[in-house]
């Protein structure tokens, strides 16, 4: 009889619990169901909803020349003309592939296959800068990610498979947009093996990393989980083809130069050869390939799937000068913003326009570095200068260094 009394109760008819064991019991046609797993349900229709059905591959139209390209670069980064010609003709000819094989599939047995791209060059010097500006002009999906957050499959970190989560976001989930799509992965050479030998023990956030990354640049169907691989073990893997995704890669590689040098500073051996090749130790940088990359802690496959690399000049005193007052974005024009907000009018001397490219260049930090003086310079103007009344602040030499010094 009791028997009888507990299955004469209201019970889920999923998950068999009565009334009192769960918070709500909703009634069906057939019986009831609880709030929890009506939730579940919810959960489960909604992950199965959320990759939208891949749109038919559409030409991409509208795809800006080469020159037209770098002349948009120019409006926002000064200098390094022969990083903005490689990125514009990596661009239009991704534009091209993209056409070509996803579009027109050619019957011709020829299939254009993708130049991935490494940057090279100090911190400072416009590497994101680059990537970030020219994300603005590209009518495909564009993400950068960061390669320090990434390690070995089953560590504490982000999987690599991440960096095309990332993408399949910037595509709304649409599958088909992703694949034509193009992803800056910053900070590479912070994934450089740490040691000479590979062997001896596990380099979870270096070569462990690396080899990872084989699959995506070289082009492979890739499992991606939509929203994270650790957060939501239970969900599906999307498939994403990287054939046809351009990779840019960027990094600092602090101390290549040392390798760099040592390559070609080596004693040569043979008649009438000099002792010693001279290379002006400032323009070392130029000379990177592919022997320096490895040395540096790149394994050889990923060197192998990078085979555009080009350097980014340090910046010279002419250079941070115009960086600072010529751009679209400049630092200068974007304090004199902030200023024009209270109604206030920034007049810079020219004088302080020269002591904060001459602090940045003795800090060795790059155009990155010109802000943080900028802002010691102005944080007491911007402080006083919403409740002052005055109409006009102009920055003077004494007042910019005497900001400096005490900061200092």
Known sequence: MAGRGVKDQKHCC??????????????????????DCMKQIHDYVEDLTTIRQSSPAEKLTDIKKPAEIKE?????????????????????NHYKRVNHNLVDKPNDGVELEKSNILLVGPTGTGKTLLAKTIARLLNVPFTIVDATVLTEAGYVGEDVESILTR?????????????????FIDEIDKIARKGDNPSITRDVSGEGVQQAMLK??????????????????????????????????GGAFEGIERHIAERLNTQVVGFGTSSKQRVLRENLLKYVDPQDLRSYGLIPEI??????????????????????????????KQYAELFRMDGIKLVVQSAVKELIVDTAIANKMGARGLRSICERIFNDAMYDAPSSGNRTFTVTLAYAKARLSDEA
């Open 167 to 183: 993408l399949l976001q910037e595509a709304d989930y649409d599958v088909a947009r992703a694949e034509r799509g193009i992803v």
């Open 14 to 35: 999923l998950c068999g619990r009565t009334e009192s064991e769960v918070p709500l019991l909703i009634e069906g046609a057939d019986g009831w169901v609880c709030a």
């Open 303 to 332: 060197v192998g799937r990078l085979p555009v690399v080009t350097h980014l000049d340090s910046l010279n005193r002419d250079s941070l000068l115009r960086i600072l007052t010529e751009p679209k974005n400049a630092i200068l």
């Open 216 to 249: 995506l640049l070289e082009g492979n169907v890739v499992n991606v989980p939509p929203k994270g691989g650790r957060k939501h073990p239970e969900q599906d893997f999307v498939h994403v083809d990287t054939q046809n995704i351009l990779f840019i890669c």
């Open 72 to 92: 948009f670069l120019d409006q926002y980064v000064i200098g390094q003309d022969r990083a903005k010609k490689l990125l514009s003709v990596a661009v239009y």
